[in-house]
């Protein structure tokens, strides 16, 4: 393959590909599902969904060899959104169902929501907190709503790593970000005009 493809959301067999798919055509994206390897690594950017458990995610990464390819091409200063379970799996390990290792993007674990007295799955609409600029968060403000579905919470090792934070009976981390790797912990698919805003800031990330 010689063209690079604008944007290529990564099929490893999990998640909400088509969804994904077509949020990036409404606000102009030229997006790819693939799961080849040379596709992936030669992509001008990377979206990761994920819907699912972890391990299982990993262990379909690892067999297809994505997680090399994905690795190479963020060396490569490839831009990469992780969504849902797709920051999930950028981090260094999860103890969803065991422990497991991911692919180490961004240093740090993936905890279960335990907090007494919360509803699991954290489900709905909920506001982001923080005030930090990065170019994912162009015209998004502070205390904006984006949809959550998840049990499981990133918590990154080093501190500079949240970009922003959301509150559940806790704080935890909801936007990481790491050089040219990011994740969501919502689903910006389904957060209507504010999600389609994030989406068109990767888009535009060089």
């Known amino acids: 393959m010689t063209d690079i493809i604008e944007t290529v959301i990564v099929d490893y067999g999990m998640g909400n590909l088509r969804s994904v798919e077509k949020a990036l055509e409404n606000v102009g994206g030229r997006p790819l599902i693939s799961g080849d390897l040379e596709t992936v690594r030669n992509a001008d950017r990377l979206i990761l969904p994920g819907v699912g458990a972890f391990g299982d995610a990993m262990r379909n990464l690892k067999q297809k060899g994505l997680d090399v390819a994905i690795r190479k091409a963020v060396q490569a200063g490839t831009p990469l959104l992780g969504l849902c379970l797709g920051l999930q799996l950028l981090f260094t390990r999860s103890e969803e169902f065991g422990s497991h290792e991911g692919l180490d993007l961004i240093p740090g674990n993936v905890l279960k929501i335990d907090e007494p007295g919360l509803r699991v799955p954290h489900v709905g609409w909920n506001q982001i907190e923080g005030t930090r600029p990065n170019p994912l968060l162009e015209g998004i403000?502070?205390?904006?709503?984006?949809?959550?579905?998840?049990?499981?919470?990133?918590?990154?090792?080093?501190?500079?790593?949240?970009?922003r934070w959301t509150s559940y009976g806790f704080r935890f981390c909801s936007i990481a970000c790491r050089d040219k790797v990011w994740g969501a912990q919502f689903h910006p698919e389904k957060s209507q005009d504010i999600g389609k805003r994030l989406l068109r800031n990767f888009l535009a990330i060089l």
């Open 141 to 163: 403000a502070e205390g904006s709503y984006f949809y959550y579905v998840h049990s499981y919470y990133v918590l990154p090792e080093n501190p500079d790593h949240v970009l």
